[in-house]
């Protein structure tokens, strides 16, 4: 099946720091990437949809100036958390969409668990 | 607008009890719907994807049905390893979204 990884597994940071979270799918390339976070006991929450070597799509109420995302290759994109706070503390997760069976599907990474302190 | 349910929000199952989890859906169009299950801490690891009503998917003690208004992840003779959060997702058609359920948090007791 096609692996999408996440770098790194987890971050502890100052508050005022940024912090970059890498997202590559290592054996296909993904047409589209999307970032999601993830409370405790909820679901995923779509935060933005890259595409290579355009801008990102992001979703209603996440602000672009604090989640950076690049999508700098077929199989590289990354997030980055500007002036994190504690309330940026979550789960970050992201995903890659590849041609699997004649359709895309969505193939997740690993997560990456930020804590600002 | 589009929209999915999954229900129950938690299973608690005897090993060797067999169950099924239900995920509703509304969307204008479907292109997609799929399983994943999910472990604490951890990315969601694909499972299914089903494009049609009458379509079917098995995979070990796994199976996934759906129809026009809902789709069912069977689970046959579960074991404790099988626990889990199970999430359902469509990807409707004329959009780049996945909509997600907020998931069955699965629990199965030796």
């Known amino acids: 099946g096609a692996v999408v990884s996440q770098h790194p597994s987890w971050v502890i940071c100052k508050s005022g720091t940024s912090v970059k979270i890498e997202c590559r799918s290592l054996?296909?390339?993904?047409?589209?990437m999307f970032w999601y976070r993830q409370f405790p006991k909820q679901s995923l929450m779509l935060m933005a949809t890259?595409?290579?070597?355009?801008?990102?799509?992001?979703e209603q109420g996440v602000e672009k100036d604090k989640f950076l995302i690049n999508h700098a290759s077929l199989t590289l994109s990354t997030l980055t958390v500007t002036s994190a706070h504690p309330e940026d503390s979550s789960f970050y997760i992201c995903?890659?969409?590849?041609?699997?069976?004649?359709?895309?599907?969505?193939?997740f990474g690993p997560g990456t668990r930020l804590t600002v302190l | 607008e589009d929209q999915v349910t999954q229900s129950p929000e938690a299973l608690r199952l005897q090993e060797g009890e067999s169950s099924s989890l239900n995920c509703s859906y509304t969307?204008?169009?479907?292109?997609?719907l799929f399983w994943y299950r999910q472990d604490p801490g951890k990315g969601p690891e694909f499972l299914f994807t089903?494009?049609?009503a009458g379509e079917e998917k098995e995979k070990e003690r796994l199976k996934a049905t759906l129809t026009k208004k809902e789709s069912f992840l069977h689970i046959t003779a579960p074991k404790p390893e099988d626990s889990a959060t199970y999430l359902c997702?469509?990807?409707?058609?004329?959009?780049?979204?996945?909509?997600f359920g907020t998931g069955t948090r699965l629990k199965v007791l030796a």
């Open positions: 995903s890659a969409e590849g041609l699997q069976d004649s359709y895309n599907e969505q193939f």
């Open positions: 054996d296909f390339q993904a047409t589209t």
């Open positions: 890259s595409n290579e070597g355009s801008k990102a799509t992001y």
């Open positions: 089903l494009y049609s």
């Open positions: 969307v204008s169009g479907l292109r997609g």
């Open positions: 997702a469509v990807h409707p058609s004329g959009t780049y979204k996945y909509i």
